[in-house]
């Protein structure tokens, strides 16, 4: 390998002596490529000169032999480099180039030689370069600080060339296998040698001549030194402007739920999206997937216009719903108590007790045990659209307890305005969640047992209509003013009635049954319109009411005073006939808890409890000159009903007394009590009055928490034992 | 319709802010910007721009806790009053009152 190297570095040398302009120094580092060859047939030329002569110190002749000799008589060596390089021995010379370098050296053996030797003098080469020079001349040496000493290659001659026929490659040919001479590959000599050599004293000769030398040297006149100064090039700087790059950082956090939103496709934004996607019309895509990539692509549409919020339905509802906790804000010790949750004082309110004294006392009051029965005022229902009319029914709703339905209207027939109905709910205790506007005075009221948002409205003008509670229709869903067959009389009563008994599958469910003025009871069936079927005829009812337990039986008032029990089976006689009232009744309740046990009231000033099994009331009684318009058993005590004249409300307790109400309460100045209603969650009673106010007041009696039907028994028993 | 819509809105408003107690209503869009309020202008700013960050804030904790539930009211109670939220995609509407007054 290093022969070749050396081979290589041989052609750099032959390129330093083509440029001639070099004449001393040469460099080690010579590039090896781009060897022009072309030259050769201008070396050739000039191949004839004398050869220079080496000669060392000794005078031994070193001249470098040149590697190869060529042939004068041979064919020029440009044609035949290539067979040369195959005569060539005693080297490992495959490569083309390599051979070709040879060649092209030999040409120019005479400059080359020249420059070499006068080389080596300035050189510091050392002793031995000399020496290995002077030693194995056919062996190649490296190279060593731009001396390359040349090995001496003995080149066979060139054949003649014989033409290549058949016979000449069938020939046999002799090839004779010779050990080549050993090559040296590498040779460092040592750069020191031992004392005890023979050498040793020659050496140290040497050595001290070039101490000498060397401290010659400084101011010797013999020596130069040169200094050399290459050109810097002048650096120039130049400027390159870009456009700023403008920088926008973007950051998202995903959390959970954005990650949810996003993998379901469900978010608003998607939805809005594939909205808008749908307007663009943009080519259907196959894959779904595909789909929602490109909704995330459109932007985010801005926020809508402040008027599209403000006006839209979703709005309202907040609204609505904000009104009713800020209410409940406000009223919420009053709805503490009606719903008999402990009334907590607000522990930052900033406003001190106005009597502290009052307050700590009636804190005290509710604590003990032992207190006067005693109303108490809570809250009343009441807004402008009410304010003038007159309550004329009230009716809890069956499904939801706190609604409460309640109808406007005047019972006398002069100072007909139309009629009101509004749904009132506990959340809201100043307006009322629905409004329904009647054509005439609203008289009767009730809610449907089965279907919690059917409300039955009786009128003053004989017609009945149905109401869906839940929409926000204003209209009714029936009405019965077009049918022929309608009350002509107004409608004093309407209830709902489940059919237990029924003769086919269709009467199941519930009917609606109505009294009127003109004499008529009628049970109303919605099947595909309403469809009337009269129960009973020739009786001018004011009210009636279906027993708790058995719906064919009813008792219905008269406004002759008589009480009829009535069955709806029989559609012409009285099962039985209670008379006893003088006036007209206005209210017949069964007792809730005693299913043989009713109330009645009349204008007679009277209020008579009935067995139903006895015709003549077990109990009577009186208020004070006035008519009574309501009884209403409680729900929750079987010896305590409420009854409202047109002055006063009272609350009667059997068990207390039989006599005398336990509580009375007296009504606003200028107003007249027109109705009563029990609240069936709670102990509190709804009061309506001419003033288009429902008050509603907490009842406190302290009876504990039996429903005291056992009393009422007693009572009745006892009672019925003295008249005896 | 639409009409009828608007006159109910108004109507509820008035109530509302006629009911005891009430000292201000504010609604303010998805970005935080007041479209009506019946508070004074730098009071109304601030109540927006405070009350936006939270209600963002609590709807992402509710979301983070389940991702398919979502934040439908907000009541901040504090000794002097109390601040009601009603937030919703493209609105918030809040009510500051004081029941004691």
């Known amino acids: 390998v290093s022969s070749r190297a050396t081979n290589v570095s041989t052609s750099g040398f032959l390129r330093v002596s083509h440029s001639r302009t070099h004449s001393r120094s040469i460099n080690a580092s010579m590039s090896r490529r781009s060897f022009s060859l072309a030259g050769d047939g201008r070396v050739l030329e000039k191949a004839p000169m004398q050869p220079a002569r080496v000669f060392d110190e000794n005078g031994t002749d070193v001249t470098p032999q040149p590697l190869y000799r060529p042939d004068p008589a041979a064919v020029p060596p440009r044609q035949s480099k290539i067979l040369m390089a195959q005569d060539v021995s005693g080297a490992t010379f495959s490569d083309f180039f390599s051979s070709a370098f040879h060649t092209t050296y030999a040409s120019f053996g005479g400059p080359f030689t020249r420059s070499l030797f006068e080389s080596s003098i300035v050189s510091k080469s050392s002793q031995s370069t000399m020496e290995s020079l002077n030693e194995e001349i056919e062996e190649p040496s490296s190279k060593r600080e731009g001396i390359i000493s040349l090995s001496d290659v003995q080149v066979r001659r060139e054949e003649v060339k014989e033409p290549t026929t058949e016979d000449v490659l069938n020939k046999k040919v002799d090839i004779h296998l010779t050990e080549t001479e050993t090559l040296c590959l590498l040779d460092i000599p040592a750069t020191s040698v031992s004392v005890e050599s023979e050498e040793a004293e020659i050496v140290k000769q040497r050595n001290a001549a070039y101490t000498e030398l060397c401290k010659n040297r400084m101011g010797n006149d013999k020596y130069v030194e040169r200094a050399m100064q290459t050109f810097n090039g002048a650096p120039k700087a130049k400027e390159v402007q870009t456009k700023s790059i403008t920088k926008v950082d973007a950051a998202i956090t995903a959390t959970n739920w954005d990650i949810y939103d996003t993998l379901s496709g469900t978010g608003v934004e998607g939805a809005s999206c594939l909205q808008k996607q749908e307007n663009f019309s943009l080519p259907a895509s196959s894959s779904s997937s595909r789909t929602e990539m490109e909704v995330f692509l459109v932007p985010v549409e801005d926020a809508p216009a402040p008027e599209v919020i403000l006006y839209s339905e979703k709005f309202q509802q907040d609204l609505l719903v904000m009104e009713k906790v800020v209410l409940q804000n406000i009223f919420q010790p009053k709805l503490a108590a009606y719903r008999q949750l402990p009334i907590l004082k607000d522990p930052d309110s900033t406003q001190k007790p106005k009597d502290t004294g009052k307050t700590e006392k009636q804190i005290q009051k509710t604590e003990d045990i032992p207190s006067s029965p005693a109303l108490e005022p809570l809250w009343s229902f009441t807004c402008e659209l009410t304010v003038g009319r007159n309550v004329s029914s009230m009716t809890w709703n069956k499904m939801n307890p706190d609604l409460l339905a309640v109808g406007y209207g005047h019972f006398d027939f002069e100072d007909q305005k139309s009629g009101l109905v509004c749904c009132w709910s506990l959340k809201n205790l100043k307006w009322p969640d629905r409004i329904f506007h009647c054509e005439s005075a609203v008289t009767a009221l009730d809610f449907s047992g089965h279907n919690g948002c059917l409300l039955a409205v009786g009128m003053h003008n004989g017609s009945i209509a149905t109401y869906n509670v839940q929409s926000k229709e204003k209209t009714p869903i029936t009405d019965s003013s077009e049918y022929p067959h309608k009350h002509t009389g107004p409608v004093w009563q309407v209830k709902w009635v489940s059919q237990e008994r029924a003769h086919s599958e269709e009467e199941k469910g519930e009917a609606l049954v109505s009294v009127s003025a003109d004499g008529r009871i009628c049970k109303w069936v919605l099947k595909k319109d309403l469809d009337c079927l009269v129960i009973w005829r020739e009786v001018p009812g004011l009210c009636f009411d279906f027993h708790p337990e058995d719906s064919n039986i009813y008792l219905t008032g008269t406004e002759e005073g008589f009480i009829h029990k009535c069955s709806c089976s029989y559609n012409e006689q009285y099962l039985e006939t209670y008379k006893e009232h003088k006036g007209p009744v206005y209210q017949i309740t069964w007792s809730p808890f005693s299913p043989d046990v009713f109330l009645s009231c009349s204008s007679d000033w009277t209020i008579q409890l009935w067995r139903q099994d006895l015709l003549e009331p077990v109990l009577v009684f009186t208020s004070p000159c006035m008519a009574v318009f309501d009884v209403a058993w409680s729900p929750k005590w079987a010896t305590v009903f409420g009854v409202v004249t047109e002055k006063r409300l009272e609350i009667w307790d059997l068990g207390a007394s039989i006599l005398d109400p336990t509580i009375v309460q007296d009504a606003r100045p200028g107003v007249k009590l027109t109705s009563l209603q029990f609240a069936s969650e709670s102990d509190c009673i709804l009061l309506g009055d001419s003033d288009g106010q429902v008050g509603v007041y907490q009842l406190n009696l302290n009876l504990g928490e039996g429903t005291q039907v056992d009393v009422l028994e007693d009572i009745i028993r006892s009672t019925l034992a003295s008249q005896l | ?101």
């Not at chain 2, 009409?3 to 809105?9: C, G, N, R, T, W």
């Not at chain 2, 000292?23 to 309020?37: D, F, H, L, V, Y």
């Open chain 2, 1 to 101: 319709m639409q009409s009828d819509l608007i006159a109910e809105v108004e109507e509820t408003l008035k109530r509302i802010q006629s009911q005891k107690g009430v000292q201000g209503i504010i609604i303010i869009n998805a970005e935080g910007i007041p479209i009506k309020s019946t508070l004074d202008n730098s009071s109304t700013v601030q109540y927006a721009g405070l009350l936006h960050q939270l209600v963002m804030k609590t709807r992402s904790t509710v979301r983070d806790l389940d991702p398919q539930n979502d934040l439908t009211f907000l009541r901040v109670r504090s000794k002097k009053n109390e601040i009601m939220i009603a937030p919703d995609k493209d609105y918030f509407l809040i009510v500051i009152q004081n029941p004691s007054d």
